[in-house]
């Protein structure tokens, strides 16, 4: 074979070579490829934080099968999601994203294909879809423009996050203190379960109690998280004997002939007002469908800010390396009482600081402590252990509560804590208490094993008189240091709950003190406690307005007296 012929093969040879690479570098470099991105949103779109959005990412092949495609959905430029993608020629495929919104402003979406241009794609503005979502900033919360802000006796206001409500459900759901009673409102059995099970949800509650002066209470709370009205609305209807009416955008559930609960969503918000009316004339309807000035807002606000010392305290009054988890303010009776919850590894706290009325003895409050005393100086403390709802005190967990009386304030700390630490959470309430109170001087408390009664109002002073352990009657010392007269109607005092009441209907004069005489109830088992600890439940009328409180009464075993 020549070098011509030899010459003539090589180039057939070359030729068919380069034929070859043509065609397999059409498939790898995939020259032929047309894909096609498009984005858009799906359902309802989102205007608020904490709603969602849902997207429809669209990819179609318009080319020649395409491997390996890489697809990428980008939010404000970060990479959320990526797929690879197999799609045949002529067809396409269909993926869905959803993205809750964690804050208002605007956020830019994009889904990509290919987009570290591997592949051979001409044109690449097809591979690109955008799709950009202004969210609004909520309305600004104002719970007092719910209810209505005329007639009050007494109200409460609070912030709670979503670690907070679950402070409150654990403090409401084993303790009687009226304090975080109010964080749940009139329907307390039914909000409890709608925070206790929506907790999670639930990022910020802003909420508020009104006791009025013909004995209705209004509540609202204003929720926002991934809580929403329909989550609301499924716990609702699980009470038995509850019946659910539907008015434009607002859900009517009837708990009882003298409760209403009603919810809707609003300006960014999940709204709920609870609404209780011994009169039976009114439900939340009529509430949830008008408008209130929100005058009571700013009173407290101007009211704490006006009190330099009180202001001081709140800002100051918690453990370091604690979370904070809410805040409350009250204010009755001329009383203002600014609350801290927060939490650490120890345990659930809350402090409490309340500036008394003008003219107060504070001495009446009473100063027997049966508990642990704490004295420093010119700080002295008390702590108790509180009895939980049913009377026990014997759970891995107790409630602490330590009480500072000062001559204008009285100081609590609760401390829920294991019951191995009570002692511990005394000690680091006192040392709390010292350093916040150490520029006055509290009032001394003084113990032994005797019989001593409390009631959970500094304005209603209580002394144990004596115990008829034959027929189980107590008299007690009530002391009115009110500026008008106090009517106590009843008085309930029970070792286990389930027994009657007792009519008291005695008149109290302002600054004056009545004995009252009552029967106290227990199941007549025997017990080697140094005390029988009774809970009392008062109620009495003030400035026309009837109020519930709980107290304590320990009332000294008179069956150790025969042990040897």
């Known amino acids: 074979m020549d070098f011509k012929e030899t010459l003539v093969y090589v180039l057939i040879a070359a030729i068919i070579v380069v034929i070859v690479l043509f065609a397999l570098g059409g498939s790898i470099l995939g020259s032929n490829y047309n894909v096609n991105v498009s984005l858009s949103p799906v359902g309802q779109r989102a205007v608020y934080p904490y709603q969602t959005s849902q997207f429809a990412i669209n990819v179609t092949n ?108 654990a403090l409401v759901g084993r303790y009687n203190i009226t304090l975080f009673n109010q964080l749940f409102g009139p329907s307390q059995g039914v909000t409890t379960k709608i925070f206790q ?39 609702l209807s699980s009470f038995v004997g509850s019946s659910m009416a539907q008015y434009n955008n607002i859900t009517y559930t009837r708990i009882s002939n003298t409760l209403s609960v009603c919810d809707w969503y609003n300006g960014g918000w999940t709204k709920l007002i609870s609404y209780y009316n011994n009169s039976r004339q009114g439900t939340c309807m009529n509430l949830a469908q008008a408008s209130f000035n929100s005058s009571e807002s700013a009173f407290l606000a101007n009211s704490l800010l006006s009190n330099a010392n009180l202001v001081n305290y709140q800002t100051n009054f918690y453990y370091t390396n604690s979370t904070q988890l809410g805040s409350i303010l009250s204010y009755s009776g001329n009383s203002m009482t600014a609350t801290r919850l927060f ?37 002295h403390v008390c702590s108790v252990v509180l009895p939980t709802r049913n009377g026990s005190i014997t759970l891995p967990f107790e409630l602490v509560k330590t009480t500072a009386i000062l001559p204008k304030y009285l100081v609590n700390v609760y401390s829920l804590v294991n019951s191995t630490l009570a002692t ?95 029967k106290c109830y227990n199941p007549q088992v025997p017990s080697a406690a140094p005390f029988n600890q009774y809970t009392l439940n008062m109620t009495y009328v003030v400035n026309n307005a009837t109020s519930s409180i709980p107290g304590l009464l320990n009332v000294t075993n008179q069956a150790l007296s025969s042990y040897t």
């Open 62 to 169: 318009n080319g020649s099968k395409v491997n390996n495609l890489l697809l990428g959905f980008y939010i404000n430029g970060i990479s959320i999601s990526t797929n690879t993608l197999s799609i045949p020629a002529h067809q396409s495929v269909t993926l869905y994203r959803n993205y809750t919104y964690t804050a208002s402003g605007n956020y830019s979406f994009q889904a990509v294909a290919d987009p570290g241009h591997v592949l051979n794609i001409k044109n690449r503005q097809s591979t690109v879809s955008s799709f950009t979502s202004r969210i609004m900033q909520p309305q600004t919360a104002d719970v007092y423009s719910s209810i209505p802000n005329s007639n009050i006796t007494s109200t409460q206001e609070f912030t709670l996050s979503g670690l907070g409500t679950y402070g409150g459900v």
């Open 424 to 518: 511990i959470a005394h000690i680091n309430a006192a040392n709390l208490i010292d350093v916040l109170t150490k520029n006055s001087t509290s009032v001394v408390w003084t113990t032994g094993f005797q019989s001593s009664c409390y009631i959970e109002n500094p304005l209603v002073g209580c002394k144990f008189s004596k115990f008829n352990y034959t027929n189980s009657t107590a008299s007690l010392n009530i002391t009115n240091t009110y500026k008008s007269s106090l009517k106590i109607k009843s008085i309930s005092c029970e070792l286990v709950p389930g027994f009657p009441t007792d009519t008291i209907n005695q008149t109290i004069a302002a600054n004056k003190t009545a004995t009252l005489k009552f």
């Open 343 to 379: 939490n650490n590894t120890v345990g659930l706290f809350a402090s409490s600081i309340s500036a008394l009325p003008p003219g107060i003895n504070t001495s009446v409050s009473g100063n027997l402590c049966y508990g642990l005393i704490y004295n420093n100086g010119t700080t």
């Open 197 to 235: 099970n929506l907790a999670s949800r639930i990022v910020y509650a802003k909420g508020a109690y009104i006791q009025y002066a013909n004995n209705s209470v209004a509540y609202a709370v204003w929720l926002q998280g991934t809580v929403n009205t329909q989550l609301v609305n499924n716990l």
